[in-house]
Structure formats: C-alpha cells, structure tokens
C-alpha cells in the first residue's frame, strides 16, 4: 500500500499572531504542520503499518522552509518526500493548488492519497476535494474512523451531518482526515537522526511539470480582498449583590437586549 | 495557563539548528502529553512513574549522544537540549536519564569491551535494563578517591565488599556500575542484579527528588565474573570522566527547571490581582522576573558554549564544573523567588514550583556540590588545590 500525504506548513497558532497593514507580521513565527496534516500522516502509518508494506511519501507545495514540515514528517516515520517550492506558486489559492497536485501527482504510482480535512490558517478544506475530482477518484472527506482495508478497497466512517456515514471506496482513492481519528505520534530521536537520510525531492515549477500558467496569480480563481485581525471579544458583564435583584437584570438584559426569545 | 515556551530573550533559538529545536520541540511535547500529568501522584507517593522506563526507550531518550548499539546518535546540544526539556518536567525524571545515559552507558561505551557493549548497550538504550551507578559511600561522598569498597581478584572474579549509599535507581537496576578499589586503584565493575552477595535498600524519606528512587547498595563477598571488570577504565579519572558527562546533561536540565518555574511566576503574577492590580505590575515583582531572564539568558548561553565545545572535543571538566555550578544555582534562585511570588500557591503542588525547588536541592548537591565546583575552578585558575 504506498500513499502520499498532502502536508501543509502553517503558522503556529498556538503563540502570538498579529496583524499589520493588511499582512502578518512574520517576525516571531513560528512554522508547524497543520495539525490535521499530522494526523493524515499518522494515518498513512498506520495504514502501512496494519498492512505490513507499502511506503509514505509527504509532498508539500511552500516556500524553503516548507521543508522542515517534511522533515518533521520523515522523522515522524514517513518514508520520503517531495518538496515544490518556486516563487511561481505565490498567490495561488486552493483551486490552484489542487489543479497542481494533480500534475504533480498525476504519474505518481499510489493507492491512497491522504490530507487533513482543512488546513489550520486557511480553514478553507477545499483543496483535496477539488483534487479527488481533478485526478477522476473516489473521496471521502473528514474521516473519523477506518474499517476494513483490502488491496482494491477501503472501508470508514466518515462524520456527517445527520451522524457518522460507513462508506465503501475502491482504490486508489482521496481521503481528508478528522482529528477524532487519530492523535498524531511524536517523533523518535532516533526519528530525526534517520530522517536526513532519507530521500528528500525537491522540484520547480519546471521541474514539477505543471502549467506556469495553472498557478500562482494567473491560475487563481478566488482573491483575498482584506486580511483584519479579529474582534477582540468584549469583557463579560459580572452582577453581584441581591440574587432576586440581580436575576432580575440579567433576565431582563437577556430578554431586552439579547433578545433571546425574538 | 497558557502553551510552554522557552525563553528567548536573546533570540538563542535563532543558534539552534532546525534539527536541534526540532528535538527539543518533541521532547518537549512528549514531557508535556507524557510527564506532567503523572508527576502530582509520584510526587507525592515518592514513586517513579514506571510506565515511563520504556516510553523513555521508544522515543531514544537512553544514551542518546551514544552512536551505535540501538543508540539515537544525537549531536551534544541536541542531547543537552533533551536534557534540559525532561527537566522541564522533574529534575527526578531527568536523573532518571542522565543515570542510564551519562553514568551507565557512557562508562560501558568508552570503557568496556566490545562484548559489554553489545550484551548491555542495546538493551539499556530500549529501557529493558535498568543501570545504576555506584560510588557515593557512607563516609566518602565529595570526596570519592577515599572509598572503603574493595574488590580483590579470586579465581574466575572479583570478590567485591563494601557499601555504598544515595544510588538513584539502585534497587530497581538490572546492572549496576560500581566502582571499587583493585590493588588501591579505582575499577568499575558490572554488577548484575540477583548477584550473590549484592543487596539493595531504598531510601524512604526524601523532601527532594521525590520522583526518583535513591538506594544503598550492600556487597558482602559478592563475586562478579571477570567479564564483568571495566577493561579500559583504571583510577579515579574513570568514575570522573563519566561525572563530566551527568555534569554537562545537568548544566542543560537545569535551565529547563528555571524555566518552567519562571514560566510559571510569570503566568501567575499577570493573572493574580492584589491591591487592585495584577502582581506583574509592581516593580518588586517585575525586578525578580527581570533578574530570572537575566540569569537564564546567561545560562542558556553558558550551556550552549560548552555544547558547541563539546561537538568539537574540547570541552574540559573545569568548564563543565562551572555550567554545572552557575546553571544549578540559578535555577534554585529562580525557584526560590518563584515560590515567594505564587504566595501560598507556592507551596502546593498544585503549581510545579515547589516540586522544582526541593528537586533542586540535590541537583546543587549531587555530581559535585557547589563548593566543590568553586575549588575545581579555583584549582584551576591558581593551579593551587584547596581540597583537602
Ligand atoms: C537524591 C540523590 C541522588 C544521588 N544519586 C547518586 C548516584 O546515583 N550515584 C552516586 O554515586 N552518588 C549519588 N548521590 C550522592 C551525591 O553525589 C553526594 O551526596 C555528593 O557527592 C555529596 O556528598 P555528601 O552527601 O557525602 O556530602 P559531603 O561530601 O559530606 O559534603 C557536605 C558539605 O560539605 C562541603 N564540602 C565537602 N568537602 C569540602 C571541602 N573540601 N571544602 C569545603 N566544603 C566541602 C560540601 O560542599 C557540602 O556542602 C546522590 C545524592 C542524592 C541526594
């Protein structure tokens, strides 16, 4: 079973992120895999893992530093990894990306090809969608358990709306994953020693065989307008005194103001 | 209270590797989803979390400057920094480590031979063995080179008799690595456990490094076979050499220990309000947090130093005396302020600080007190030996 996962480097959430003139302010950043990409990775290894053969390929389109995400990855456990990095894919959105992954991909033996269901800072979730279908394969998206798993085919549990749906799909397939499904593992020391060994490709945008023409500002169909930090949320209200007294004022705010009932 | 980090006052992570902090972000993810939640309870039942012995193994963390034999292969600041993140935890939890790494494997690895090495080595680094080390005594504790343990040479071994005392993990080790007096000279010996006439005692009562089990170990002719001896290791400079090594691990723990607690006065003076302000912003407070950032930058910078010595092979035992002394002493200043400013608080064991400061007792005192370090460098400076 080989199968590639889409990862995606992000900004650590976690610390301080600030907004300025429109951009964020880079400086004390720190860069982490998308939480969720960490538990496809996880994923994939348990899938070879369970299945006893098979390799974990990571690919990830980014900058440079994009490939300390992989490298993270490889100590993780993954097997090798691809790095496209070419100032040509900056401004792409995700339209963009899944039209690239899907050269990229194109030729690329695999069954399965696994990513988070959204990415941490985009929250957008689109991109695997979009590739499944670019690429003419079955997906199944924001998978919160797997079943069964056979050479040709997969069974899971996928979480929708009205409760959790058990699908079928043959392979190869495109899978985005719930955090519910795993927690991802840490990396070994002994992880990140053999990581540097392991294969590590990186491509242009020629090298990567996609249309310049497919990506960046020229491939985009959708643009982000603003960029504005969020509201601060205001300070809560605290009553204190008489308890009939002051149910009464917060009843009379919920109902007045709120307008709970309206 | 908000995500562990680091302080980098001086922008030091920007010296480090992406390997390196790559490390130092895994230990310090697995201290927090693995080490915290169980220290409250082995704290207080002075226990060591077992389940964590092969945890610790999984993830590399035994002799992981060591190459080969199973071992991670880390770099020296690689390995300081996992230092320094597990004691982040518990100067106990580090111990625990730096015994199996530094004093256990390190002395097998340079001193034993290639037999040892491949019958010990792999195991102790998968945390199946346990080791301990022996050399503290009753009567020779800073000064070692005085030892009454003796072993003599009888057909076939070594008969070994004496005792020794405040050995961490001592009555849970498999092997234990002692060292004793052949001919009026230092050897180390391997000791497996269950060997006739070796007995263990654990050492109840401790008000520090409570998370760590501490043993004497009782040798009344026990005869050890003579694979058993340390070929390459004769005189003191054999159980020095491997205290250099726990000395370095703990000129790097200890700035993880200052850490936590500053992380933690710092959490707690911004939120606690007294006087109608948070505590943070009186100037009392703010200068014992300045004076913690001051010193941990600097000792963030020493173990660093002698990091990046030590990947080059020139890292001398008189420098290391003064990261070992500086960095264990700061750290003990930095959780004895911490415990004035939580208040009560600082007391419990709800909050980590209390639990750091007792810990950081024997930290000051065991692989060289801070006395002794002062007259290593006054020794080495005036090329005068104050010891005795
Ligand atoms: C929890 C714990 C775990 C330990 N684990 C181990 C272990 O695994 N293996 C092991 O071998 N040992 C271990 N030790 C022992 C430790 O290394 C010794 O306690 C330490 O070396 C000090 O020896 P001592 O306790 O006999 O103190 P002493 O040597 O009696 O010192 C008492 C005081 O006198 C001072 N002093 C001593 N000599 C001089 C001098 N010449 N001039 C001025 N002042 C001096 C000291 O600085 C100290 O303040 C451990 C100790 C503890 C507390």
């Known amino acids: 079973m080989n199968i590639i996962v889409l990862i995606k480097q992000v900004v650590d959430v976690e610390l301080n992120i600030r907004v300025k003139d429109g951009a964020l302010v880079e400086d004390g950043l720190n860069y982490v895999i998308s939480s969720w990409d960490e538990i496809a990775i996880e994923t994939a290894l348990q899938i070879v893992e369970s299945v006893g053969d098979g390799e974990v390929t990571l690919v990830t389109i980014g900058p440079d530093q994009a490939a300390e995400a992989l490298r993270k990855g490889l100590a993780m456990g993954a097997h090798k990894a691809i790095h496209v990095s070419d100032a040509g894919f900056d401004g792409s959105d995700s339209f963009a990306y899944a039209k690239a992954f899907a050269k990229i991909l194109g030729d690329r033996d695999c069954d399965l090809i696994i990513a988070g269901k959204q990415a941490q800072d985009t929250d957008a979730g689109l991109t695997a969608g979009m590739l499944a279908e670019f690429m003419d394969l079955p997906q199944a998206t924001n998978v919160t358990k797997l079943g069964q798993i056979a050479a040709d085919k997969l069974t899971l549990h996928r979480g929708g709306d009205n409760g959790s749906e058990v699908i079928e799909l043959s392979l190869p397939a495109v899978l985005t994953v719930n955090d519910s499904l795993y927690e991802a593992r840490l990396a070994s020391l002994r992880g990140i020693m053999q990581a540097k060994k392991k294969p590590l490709e990186t491509l242009d945008l020629a090298g990567s065989g996609v249309d310049a023409a497919t990506v960046g500002i020229a491939g985009r169909q959708t643009v982000i307008d603003q960029l504005v930090e969020p509201e601060a949320r205001q300070a809560g209200q605290k009553f204190e005194g008489d308890e009939e007294e002051t149910t009464k004022q917060v009843l009379d705010l919920l109902v007045n103001e709120a307008k709970i009932f309206a | ?388």
Not at chain 2, 127 to 137: M, P, S
Not at chain 2, 223 to 232: F, K
Not at chain 2, 295 to 312: F, P, T
Request: net charge neutral; aromatic share 8%; glycine share 10%.
């Open chain 2, 1 to 388: 209270m908000p995500p562990y980090e680091s302080l980098n006052y001086l922008d030091i992570d920007s010296l480090l590797s992406e390997e390196e902090r790559l490390t130092r972000q895994t230990v310090r993810d697995f201290v927090t989803r693995q080490v915290l939640p169980v220290l409250q309870d082995a704290h207080r039942t002075e226990t060591f979390p077992e389940q964590l012995i092969s945890e610790f193994g999984k993830m590399g963390f035994y002799g992981a400057n060591l190459d080969g034999y199973g071992c991670a292969g880390l770099s020296e600041v690689q390995y300081g920094l996992l230092m320094q993140e597990l004691e982040r935890g518990d100067s106990g939890i580090r111990s625990f480590c730096s015994v199996q790494g530094a004093l256990v494997m390190w002395p097998i690895y340079t001193y034993g031979s290639e037999a040892q090495k491949e019958k010990y080595l792999p195991r102790l680094a998968t945390g199946e063995l346990i080791g301990c080390f022996g050399l503290t005594e009753p009567d020779y504790g800073s000064n070692p080179s005085g030892m009454l343990t003796k072993a003599e040479k009888v057909p076939g071994g070594y008969r070994i008799n004496g005792n020794k005392m405040w050995i961490t993990n001592g009555s849970i080790a498999d092997i234990s690595v002692v060292w004793a007096k052949l001919d009026g000279k230092a050897r180390g010996f391997i000791v497996e456990k269950g060997t006739k006439g070796f007995s263990t005692r654990l050492m109840k009562g401790k008000f520090s490094l409570r998370v760590s089990l501490t043993s004497e170990l009782h040798f009344e002719d026990c005869v050890v076979p003579e694979d058993n001896i340390l070929p390459d290791a004769e005189g003191m400079k054999g159980p020095l050499s491997c205290l250099t090594q726990a000395r370095y691990g703990i000129a790097w723990g200890a700035v993880g220990a200052a850490n936590m607690v500053y992380h933690t006065a710092l959490d707690y003076t911004k939120n606690r309000i007294m006087f109608d302000k948070p505590l943070a912003a009186y100037q009392l407070i703010q200068a014992k947090l300045a004076k913690m950032v001051q010193e941990i930058s600097k000792a963030q910078l020493l173990a660093l130093q002698l990091g990046r010595l030590k990947e080059k092979k020139r890292l001398q035992p008189h420098q290391v005396s003064l990261g070992k002394m500086n960095n264990v002493r700061m750290a003990l200043d930095c959780a004895r302020d911490a415990r004035d400013m939580l208040g009560a608080n600082g007391i419990i064991d709800e909050y980590p600080v209390i639990r750091h400061l007792l810990n950081l007792e024997t930290v000051n005192t065991y692989e060289g007190t801070e006395d002794i370090h002062l007259l290593i460098i006054g020794n080495e400076v005036t090329g005068l030996p104050a010891f005795r």
